[in-house]
């Protein structure tokens, strides 16, 4: 599931690449890496759009739908670790505004 097709060539090699830049996003993802995700999807996306702005070999099509699959579900761990992120960072932030409000009553009943 997580493999590129098995065959040497150049299709082969593109989508290998590709994998393992999903990979190290989900890598950079649980480190909490946010600023590599971004730069690592850009790079990915440039080689997606290259790759699949041709009709993919027949060779190299054996492996497609597997490599399909595996990016899917490593996407979807990179957009499972950034929604747990963007909670965190909403939890932190309402907590500040519930401190900012605690410190303005705290100041209006010292008047």
Do not use: C
């Not at 993802?29 to 440039?46: F, I, K, S």
């Not at 290259?50 to 054996?62: G, L, M, T």
Request: hydrophobic share 40%; aromatic share 4%; proline share 3%.
């Amino acid at each position: 599931m997580n493999q590129a097709p098995e065959l040497a060539t150049p299709e082969a090699d593109a989508l290998g690449d590709i994998l393992s830049l999903s990979r190290a996003m989900v890598a950079a993802a649980e480190q909490g890496d946010w600023e590599a995700v971004t730069a690592q999807e850009q790079d990915r996306r440039g080689r997606i759009k290259r790759y699949f702005s041709q009709a993919p070999v027949v060779a190299a099509s054996a492996g497609l739908t597997e490599a399909v699959h595996t990016l899917v579900a490593l996407d979807q761990r990179v957009i499972e670790l950034g929604k747990a992120r963007r909670n965190q960072i909403v939890d932190t932030l309402r907590g500040l505004g519930q401190g900012s409000r605690a410190v303005r009553a705290y100041r209006q009943a010292g008047r």
